[in-house]
Every structure is written in structure tokens, then in C-alpha cells.
């Protein structure tokens, strides 16, 4: 301590050495944990296929019979007949004799999935400010909300749907409500992660008016999350389209109805009929959703 | 007359403030002065509560302040307003909606959840904004406005609650010396029109005695200095700030170029 050499070049060289020390210690550390994690990884992987029973060899032997499938499905048309009547063979409106019962269906199955999102949103919304650790007005909401909305969401909305159709019913009814759970547990969590990132300061404005916790949510919160809960719900709704499409095969009404009807009774054309019809709908109403959330993010970005 | 009574609050065994007893008498301006740490911002936010204390008392006429719990701790911030360093507008609503946001607090559970205002509520708000002279900004977003702009926005929301008390917490300190200006200006002139007590933490020392009636010296959380801004010598700015080479230059001659006294004198 008492005579100290020339402090610059002592100390840089002495921190140097130390400093490339560290470097391969730490690097040393990086490439061990790298190897262990992949080694566990591979040992997971191992087991879950011995326990799957995912056999290459199966999956081999099964494809063929995929493109049977497939080419059974596929309907007989004729070039000359092309656009006959519903009564000619090999033409178009042949194929798609029950053309406008589908469109009936799909209607039906668009609506539900629009009232689906839409009430999800709602409560979804409203239970995202609860379950959000910044915003919640005491531990037990906070996990009350977060639990709830963890359930609703865990359970997948083809289970709720047996559920809801023990107890109302074969139909609609059964499906709507089955998607609304889950993606209001889907959509709360999602909202809920928004609302944790952003300023609080507003809040803390609202608050020394003496405002409530709800006038708080409603006017610091709401204003500053929603651009993002609606592109979020919009590809939400993308989702709840293709799940209230095959929400039917458990009953809960739509368009799957008539798709499982027609894959149990082998009635080949009309499966490929229907299954192009929904690919056609999802397709146009991604592009269209797509489109609009752009939109508002884009929107967002300017002002 | 706002009391506290040997006030203190604790943050993890440190003592942000500590047992400051302080009498404000209704339309008093009362500047609250000291180095930054040194507990003024904590001590606003206890007087209104967004802050709880814990220790001491918090009186307001027959009111116990610090005892009050639910609606009626709502009813008193909105009697006591407060604004802030960073102004706490909603940046995405337009200006006359956060000002009408002042009226909450007199709002039930279902007017205020479909965002009901009146037209009177409205007319009051835009009333208030030219009061500050910013009514042409009325339907911009509050985050498009300039700091100075958005605490006279600040202003105008804590004049709709039609407080007793308005706090404002360092309102200046991220303005220019204009906007800083203005802001104290209108601060004071609600003060005196309005008969508003105000109690304003500041770090400047040359505003704090060019527009408050008392001032109120903090170090280390307790009140070192209390009195009138002329008693302000420099062996009591010396108890206020320390002695060091930061605040060194306090003590001599104001070194702006721009002395506010003379502006608060026109």
C-alpha cells in the first residue's frame, strides 16, 4: 500500500490478465451448460418418441394410404360437363349438390365465431387488469384472476365443448360457449402481458383525483393497451374461425357437423367439397384480418 | 390549515422522512426546497395519500387524514389535487378529456365506465384550459404537447376537481425557463384568485423565493429551514444543501442568465 508502483501500466496489465482469466472461466462455464442442456434434451427426446411410439417406419408405411385418402376423395369431373346441371355427373354443381346447406353452415360457423370473439374480448379485457401484476388491487384477485383465466385456457376448446354439450345440447349454443372460455383465457393472458409493460404514470395521475381502481383501468389503462387488444383479437378471431370449424365434430354446432357426418359415412366427394369450401372461408378471412391488423399497426405507427 | 404531526415514512429501514411537523395555513404558497433525496417528493405524496406514512399524523381541518380509508380517502385527493414532475396525462386521450378526468371522483361506477361527461363538465374544462391559455390545444392528444403545454394541461385537470389543496410535485423541473415561467405564474395565480393553498417542491432556489410566501427547508428528511423566503441566508442554505462543490455555486450569485424575480414581479 505504501509505495505503490507507476499506477496505469501495473494496473492495466495485472486487469488485463485477470480480465482474459475471467473471459475463459466464463466461457469455460458456457460450453458446459451448453452441453449438458443439449445432452438432456436429446435423452427427453428419446423417451418421449419410445413413449409416443413415433415410428418412422409407421409413418412410412401410412402415407401411401394418406394419398388414397386423398384420391378417394377427389370427385369425378368431365371437361364437357363441366358446368351442367346438379343432375349431370362429372360436373361442378354435381360435386357440390349441397352447395347451398353449406353456405347456410358456414354462415352459421362465422357467426359463432364472431360472437365468440366478441365476448371473449370483453371478458377477456376485463379480467387481463386483475391478472396483471402491476395493475392488480390485491394479491388474492391477482391470483384468483391469473388461476382462472389458466384454467380456462389450459383446458382445449374441443373439451369444453363435450362439457357444454352434456349440458345444453348438440349445437351452437354448446361450441360458442366452449370457444369463449378458452379464448378468454387465451386473450386475458395475452392482455394481461400488454398491460404489464406499460407507463404508470398515467395511473398514478388518475389515481390522485381520487379515482377508483376501475376509473383507473378504464381511463390510464384502456386508452393506452387497446390498439394492441384489438390487432391481438382480430388474429384471435383468425383462430376462433378455424376452431368453430371443426367444433362440430363434438357436437357444438357449425359446419364440422356436416364434415364429420360426411367422413363417417364415406361420402368421398362431398368431404373434398366441404373441406375446400372451409380452406377457401379461412383463407379469405386470414387475408382479410391480416389486412385490418396491419392496418392498425401501421395506423399506430404514425401517430 | 393542513397539520402534520411528526411525519415519517420508511423505505426498507431507511427514513425518507422523518417526524416533520409543519402547519400550512389555507391560501398559503408554500415552497418546499432541499437537494434531491432529501424526502420533499415523498412528503407531498403522503399528503395526499399516494403515499402512506408510517409514522405521525395528517390532519386538514377536522379531518384525519392519514386515518381515512376507501371513499373517503378518494374524496380527500380529490380535495388536495396534485401534479407532477412528468405531468401523468393520459398521452393518448385528447387534452379536454384529461381534464374532465378531474371530475371522476364525482362520477358513479357506470357513467364512468361508458365515459359519460356533460356538456356543463366540458364547458368547465374548456373554461379552465383558456384560463391557462392553451384552449386551442383542446382536442389534441395530450401526448402531442409540449412539456410546458401538458402541465398547464396538468393545471387545468387538478382545477376541475376544485381542490382545497394543490401539490405540485418539482412541476418545473423538466420545463424550459419559459414553460417554467408560465407554470408558476398560473400556480400562483390560482393561489391568489382561487384561494388554493399550494405547496410546490422545487430545486430551484432563486423561484421558490420569488413566488412562495413561506419556505420550507428538507435534508435528509427532516425540515431544517422554516420561514419566510427573506430569512433565507446563506448559512441556512448552508443547512439546507451542505456544504460541497455541487451546491457550491448556489451560495454565490445567481449564475442564470434569466432572473425570475423579475418575472414574477410583472
Not at chain 1, 12 to 23: A, C, N, T, V
Not at chain 1, 94 to 100: D, P
Not at chain 1, 236 to 250: D, K, L, M
Request: contains cysteine; charged residues 20%.
Amino acid at each position: 500500500m505504501a509505495s505503490q508502483p507507476p499506477v496505469l501500466p501495473a494496473t492495466s496489465s495485472q486487469s488485463l490478465s485477470l480480465f482474459e482469466r475471467q473471459l475463459k472461466a466464463q466461457r469455460r462455464d458456457k460450453r458446459l451448460s451448453t452441453l449438458v442442456s443439449l445432452g438432456l434434451f436429446l435423452i427427453v427426446l428419446a423417451w418421449s418418441i419410445e413413449v409416443s411410439g413415433f415410428a418412422p417406419s409407421v409413418l412410412l408405411a401410412g402415407l401411401p394410404r394418406f394419398g388414397e385418402y386423398i384420391h378417394l376423395t377427389l370427385p369425378t369431373l368431365s371437361l364437357e360437363n363441366l358446368l351442367a346441371n346438379t343432375d349431370t355427373k362429372g360436373s361442378i354443381p354435381y360435386w357440390f349438390f349441397n352447395f347451398r346447406h353449406y353456405v347456410v353452415l358456414l354462415f352459421q360457423t362465422i357467426n359463432m365465431a364472431i360472437l365468440a370473439t366478441l365476448v371473449s374480448f370483453v371478458l377477456g379485457a376485463a379480467l387481463s387488469f386483475p391478472a396483471s401484476r402491476n395493475l392488480a388491487p390485491n394479491r388474492l384477485t391477482y391470483l384468483l384472476a391469473r388461476r382462472g383465466l389458466e384454467i380456462a385456457r389450459s383446458v382445449p376448446d374441443l373439451v369444453w365443448a363435450l362439457l357444454f354439450v352434456w349440458a345444453f345440447g348438440i349445437g351452437p349454443l354448446a361450441g360458442i360457449v366452449a370457444i369463449i372460455v378458452h379464448s378468454t383465457g387465451a386473450l386475458g393472458k395475452l392482455f394481461s402481458e400488454i398491460n404489464e409493460n406499460i407507463p404508470m404514470s398515467p395511473l398514478e395521475g388518475i389515481r390522485a383525483t381520487g379515482a377508483s381502481w376501475f376509473q383507473e383501468m378504464r381511463y390510464a389503462v384502456l386508452p393506452q393497451v387497446m390498439p394492441l387488444f384489438l390487432s391481438n383479437v382480430l388474429w384471435r378471431f383468425e383462430s376462433n374461425i378455424r376452431q368453430s370449424s371443426v367444433i362440430g365434430f363434438v357436437g357444438g354446432g357449425g359446419i364440422g357437423e356436416e364434415l364429420y357426418l360426411v367422413i363417417v359415412r364415406n361420402y368421398y366427394e362431398e368431404v373434398s367439397a366441404l373441406v375446400l369450401l372451409i380452406v377457401l372461408t379461412v383463407t379469405c378471412i386470414d387475408l382479410l384480418s391480416a389486412h385490418v391488423r396491419h392496418g392498425l399497426i401501421g395506423k399506430e405507427r404514425l401517430a | 390549515m393542513l397539520i402534520l404531526e411528526s411525519l415519517g415514512k420508511q423505505f426498507d429501514g431507511r427514513a425518507a422522512v422523518d417526524r416533520v411537523t409543519l402547519r400550512v395555513a389555507r391560501g398559503q404558497m408554500l415552497g418546499v426546497i432541499g437537494r434531491s433525496g432529501a424526502g420533499k417528493s415523498t412528503l407531498l405524496r403522503m399528503i395526499n395519500r399516494l403515499v402512506d406514512p408510517t409514522s405521525g399524523l395528517i390532519r386538514h381541518d377536522d379531518r384525519l387524514v392519514s386515518a381515512l380509508k376507501g371513499r373517503e380517502l378518494m374524496r380527500w385527493r380529490a380535495a388536495c389535487a396534485m401534479i407532477f414532475q412528468q405531468f401523468n396525462l393520459v398521452g393518448r386521450l385528447d387534452v379536454v378529456t384529461n381534464v374532465m378526468l378531474g371530475r371522476l371522483n364525482r362520477h358513479g361506477f357506470l357513467g364512468s365506465m361508458a365515459g359519460a361527461f356533460s356538456a356543463a363538465e366540458r364547458a368547465v374544462a374548456l373554461q379552465a384550459l383558456d384560463r391557462l391559455g392553451i384552449a386551442q390545444t383542446a382536442l389534441q392528444r395530450a401526448e402531442t404537447l409540449s412539456g410546458g403545454q401538458q402541465q398547464r394541461v396538468a393545471i387545468a385537470r387538478a382545477l376541475l376537481q376544485e381542490p382545497e389543496i394543490l401539490l405540485a410535485d418539482e412541476p418545473i423541473a423538466s420545463l424550459d425557463p419559459r414553460s417554467s415561467k408560465l407554470v408558476m405564474d398560473a400556480l400562483r395565480r390560482i393561489n391568489r384568485d382561487d384561494k388554493i393553498t399550494v405547496i410546490v417542491n422545487l430545486h430551484d432556489l432563486d423561484i421558490a423565493r420569488a413566488y412562495c410566501d413561506r419556505i420550507v427547508g428538507l435534508a435528509n428528511g427532516s425540515v431544517v429551514f422554516n420561514g419566510a423566503p427573506e430569512d433565507l441566508d446563506s448559512q441556512a442554505l448552508e443547512t439546507i444543501y451542505g456544504h460541497d462543490v455541487e451546491t457550491g455555486s448556489l451560495l454565490d450569485e445567481p449564475r442564470r442568465p434569466t432572473d425570475f424575480r423579475v418575472w414574477a414581479a410583472a
